[in-house]
């Protein structure tokens, strides 16, 4: 028994030497020539069923380090980024994330894409004390007890609210019917918060049906929500359903306007018509006229071919916040950008990015869009409190 | 008024699983088999209507063309993976069925990827407004047409000489062969038919909620299993039947109950039928099959 247990502390003391030594050596190579460029990594899955997030997050923080290294990058330096395909694979995220620390020497990471990936890699950075920022991932655990980590996007309870105060305040709604999918987190959790300010204000919500990821038909609850006759309806769900939700709402005839949240971005791609005058909430709207805005469009548009989405524009946010953070920390110790990233506050394509205590975006600017003619049309910015 | 609503609701989603339960019915009725790729045919059907519907053809040429093309699908399948094993044990034409309903479903995945594709509008949507309740047109069309297509079945099992025929060789295959009757030609006919309302099923799946993917004809098909098994398996009014009671059964305990409970409480009804009444509800002892 003492001998495994003196073996096993021995093991642990190896481990954790080899850990600081790895530590030790990143910060020394990077802290040296003013001249040497500074490297960050970025990581995401870029191929795979889910590809579409990675590809987003990846390409927009490469845009965004080639605009910075064309305006002379952080003090003279240059950024030098490192980008590698997790394939949404949390293993394949641990030794992506071993790779930028040991072999390629990142300074910070933006990064991860999805909450998976980012929630495997959140020990270690904790443990190397690691700058890290994620644009995308949304589950809750990826900041909390993780002094180095940061998110620039907001949580779903926040957009949930957002979505409600706008059916109160703007639409001037009294009561709601929510159609949820209760076979998923992010449905489920949007439904509730949403539900949440609906009761606080102590107006009506007539209905509150889920529905399993496996239902296409809708029409037992949508006759339902018709009987009930509520002001308008809250759909948080992705956009394929949602498309197959709203025609259904069509054919019956229900003339209650619909809202959303930020899985409804590229629902106008297939389902045009049937959204035709719905609302909701999103990162940011390509239809913004503000010049930070329409600037980026045009730039990765040029540069890729493809308009951006949501994804894309909190990937490319991210990396100003790293940038300007190194840069007001004046150097590329993890400490001193952890502690700059905290006090930071930059405006963005997706609004003010600044953090509280626990290291998320904290009264973000939220964008309703309403959907015409299948496009996004800026209705107006909400910050909740 | 929304217990009415609801009935109609339910008048829709069984009159789907009562078409694609007839293709369950007939095949069982005449060799035996479930054929569990049945739902894939369904599958099939859907796509090449979504094939033939983007390609702006006309909507009688997308029914023509998916309900062909399901049809040559089946006895496609009928000859290169039961055919050979009309002999064998039934367990190992099941487990065939089964992987056969494996590869067609990968075989779309491949062909058509994972993605949803969304079906264009065929058919226009018009909701009818009687009194305080609201059908859209949508629901008229795919329980006119699969009535239509229920009846014309049975007109032809009942009154045809290939019906007649289909009707010796379920009974007894071995003396329908010396009467005379072709039951390899009959068989096919079979599987060809139900193939056929299969992709029936499948259209009015896909208009009526928008979209294809290759894992669309999972439940239906095994929902349309448990209606054929409801109504009597190998017993074609048993599948109408079964395939009603099946719509009428989950709206309302999507309505009454619970939306998650809907697909338990369906399938709970396999588990009673096998128990308390394995013929089904139409089955008799002497069985008049397909």
Redesign the interface.
């Known amino acids: 028994m003492k001998k495994r247990l003196l073996s096993g502390v021995l093991a642990i003391m190896l481990i954790a030497s080899v850990f600081t030594f790895a530590a030790c050596g990143g910060g020394d190579t990077n802290g040296g020539e003013d001249s040497d460029p500074i490297k960050i990594g970025v990581f995401g899955p870029t191929s795979g069923p889910i590809a579409a997030y990675g590809s987003a997050v990846v390409n927009s923080v490469k845009l965004a380090v080639e605009e910075i290294n064309a305006n002379g990058g952080i003090d003279g330096r240059m950024i030098e980024v490192y980008d590698y395909d997790t394939k949404g694979d949390r293993a394949e995220a641990i030794s992506t994330y071993n790779r930028l620390r040991d072999q390629d020497e990142v300074v910070a990471i933006i990064g991860g894409t999805i909450s998976g990936e980012t929630l495997a890699v959140k020990e270690l950075a904790i443990e190397d004390n690691m700058p890290m920022l994620t644009p995308t991932a949304t589950a809750a655990d990826v900041t909390i007890d993780a002094p180095s980590i940061f998110r620039a996007c907001f949580l779903d309870p926040y957009q949930a609210a957002a979505a409600a105060r706008f059916s109160i305040d703007t639409l001037e709604a009294q009561s709601v019917a929510i159609l949820y999918n209760s076979d998923d987190a992010y449905s489920e959790g949007l439904a509730e918060s949403y539900k949440a300010v609906f009761d606080e204000e102590g107006l009506t919500v007539t209905n509150y049906i889920g529905y399993t990821t496996n239902d296409v038909d809708f029409s037992t609850a949508l006759t339902q929500i018709r009987n009930a006759d509520p002001d308008v309806i809250f759909l948080p769900d992705y956009y394929d359903s949602v498309g197959q939700i709203a025609t259904q709402i069509r054919d019956m005839g229900l003339e209650q306007v619909c809202v959303g949240v930020d899985g409804w971005d590229s629902v106008e791609i297939d389902y045009a018509e049937q959204v035709e005058g719905y609302y909701f909430v999103n990162h940011f709207a390509k239809t913004d006229p503000d010049p930070t805005v329409q600037d980026f469009i045009a730039a990765f548009s040029e540069k890729y071919d493809q308009e951006p989405n949501a994804l894309g524009a909190l990937g490319y946010d991210a990396t100003f916040v790293m940038a300007e953070a190194i840069k007001n920390a004046g150097s590329t110790d993890g400490q001193a950008i952890i502690d700059a990233l905290a006090s930071i506050e930059y405006k963005g394509v997706t609004g003010t990015i600044r953090f509280d205590e626990q290291g998320d975006a904290t009264q973000k600017d939220i964008a309703i869009i309403k959907l015409v003619d299948g496009k996004h049309e800026l209705v107006e910015k909400l910050v909740v409190e | 008024?929304?217990f009415i609503?609801?009935l109609i609701?339910g008048l829709?989603?069984g009159s789907i699983y009562a078409v694609i339960a007839l293709g369950y019915t007939m095949v069982y009725g005449i060799v035996k088999l479930i054929n569990f790729a049945h739902g894939e045919v369904m599958m099939m059907g859907a796509y090449f209507a979504f094939l033939a519907a983007t390609a702006g053809m006309p909507i009688w040429a997308v029914f023509l063309i998916s309900m062909l093309g399901s049809a040559v699908l089946g006895m496609a399948i009928e000859r290169v993976a039961y055919k050979p094993l009309r002999d064998a044990p039934r367990i190992s034409a099941l487990i065939t069925a089964i992987a056969m309903s494996l590869f067609l479903q990968n075989l779309a995945l491949v062909i058509f990827k994972?993605d949803?594709k969304?079906m264009p509008r065929i058919v226009p949507?018009i909701?009818i407004?009687v009194g305080d309740l609201?059908i859209?047109?949508?629901?008229v069309i795919t329980f006119v047409v699969s009535v239509a297509f229920m009846a014309l079945l049975t007109f032809f099992v009942n009154k045809t000489k290939p019906g007649k025929a289909m009707r010796a060789v379920s009974e007894d295959k071995e003396a329908a062969t010396l009467m005379g009757i072709n039951a390899n030609s009959t068989i096919s006919m079979t599987f060809a038919i139900g193939s056929a309302l299969a992709a029936l099923g499948g259209i009015l799946?896909g208009v009526?909620?928008?979209?294809v993917a290759p894992t669309m004809g999972l439940?239906p098909g095994l929902k349309a299993f448990v209606a054929a098994v409801l109504g009597g398996i190998g017993i074609i009014p048993g599948a109408m039947l079964g395939g009603f009671i099946m719509g009428f059964v989950e709206?309302f305990a999507?309505?009454y109950i619970?939306?998650?409970w809907?697909?338990a409480i369906v399938f709970g009804i396999l588990i009673v039928v096998l128990s308390v009444k394995p013929t089904g509800i139409l089955g008799k002892n002497v069985r008049e099959k397909v």
């Open positions: 008024m929304v609503q609801q609701n829709q989603v994972a949803p969304v949507n909701p407004t609201r859209s047109s949508i629901t799946y009526a909620y928008t979209q439940l709206t999507k309505a619970s939306g998650r809907a697909d």
